[in-house]
């Protein structure tokens, strides 16, 4: 069991290795470098990346414990053929027409390297905020036989929560990690946070990384 709010996870108190996964929600340069999308859009990526440290504590104490490790990149085609006019629209609109930003062909499109990223792990990339559209996740999930989610990554408002909402809908068991969550709008930040809690965990539990680790010390040591 992990200590939560406002349950402790999981509410059966089966916590189980080989049906958990750790979700790392774009972790990307796009997002955390001063010179990709999110810093262009006016955003501070210094929250995001003061995250870093305690998502490679979860990463390690993960993989000790045998729970698979899943990242999820978000970018577009190099030909822009899955960007929606929509998207053309706010892309222009942003300033960003003719940049390589959220580009799959683009630097800023790769996972940062301060993340310990293995060739065991598994990446889903993306075009939208969740991880579940138009992507093989909920597929790989199944395969793999991952019943229940812990959330970590960016932002905790926009991807983060998209996914997390769209999981409770499929019958998934969901954590959210605070401190391993961030937003360069910390309103937004905390307001996402508080939605996980509401009418009796209506989109999981809460918790931080502290208490993940001392509950994952429970299930001892169990290699991928």
Not at 160 to 185: K, M, P, W, Y
Request: negative net charge; charged residues 20%.
């Amino acid at each position: 069991m992990i200590s939560a709010t406002p349950f402790d996870y999981p509410y059966d108190d089966n916590l189980d290795a080989r049906t958990t996964a750790l979700v790392i929600i774009d972790l990307q340069e796009d997002f955390l470098s001063t010179t990709g999308y999110f810093a262009r859009q006016g955003y501070d990526p210094a929250p995001l990346r003061a995250i870093l440290p305690a998502v490679n504590q979860l990463i390690a104490a993960c993989r000790e414990a045998g729970i698979r490790i899943i990242h999820t990149r978000q970018g577009y085609r190099a030909d822009l053929a899955d960007m929606t006019p929509y998207e053309k629209w706010r892309r222009q609109r942003s300033g960003l027409d003719g940049t390589n930003a959220l580009l799959r062909s683009s630097p800023g499109f790769q996972i940062v390297p301060e993340l310990d990223v293995r060739p065991q792990d598994i990446i889903v990339d993306k075009t939208c905020n969740s991880a579940f559209t138009y992507t093989d996740f909920e597929h790989v999930l199944r395969a793999q036989g991952i019943t229940h989610l812990l959330f970590t990554g960016c932002t905790t408002d926009v991807c983060v929560h998209t996914t997390l909402r769209e999981a409770c809908d499929r019958n998934f068991q969901c954590l959210t990690i605070s401190d391993a969550c961030a937003s360069g709008d910390q309103y937004a930040h905390e307001a996402a946070l508080h939605m996980v809690t509401v009418e009796n965990g209506i989109f999981g539990a809460l918790t931080n990384t502290a208490a993940v680790l001392e509950g994952l010390k429970k299930l001892g040591k169990s290699p991928q």
